[in-house]
């Protein structure tokens, strides 16, 4: 049976979005070289690697005897495209929070 992860509860841990914003800022790391980022044990580090390549919001990529990360782009993507039309309603109400507000005030 092939376990499925969802990308949404793959996010929500604070250190997997971390090890996505370190992954982004650089072209690839292996597992190593993220581990020393976080004051956890690379096994730890191990296994929020492994969700994340289930998830496929990493790629892993292997040169001689190293398996390097990197951020699927495509995938983020495909996330990003998700969340904009929540993205978009929130600003919408609270543009129209903020506009309710300045009435108020120049009322007073």
Known sequence: MILRRDVFQAIADPTRRAILLLLATT?????????????TARPTVSKHLQILTECELLKQEQDGREIYYHINARKMKEIADFIEPFRQMWDDRFNKLEDIMKQYKSKK
């Open 27 to 39: 072209q690839s790391m292996t597992a190593g070289a993220i581990a020393s980022n976080f004051d």
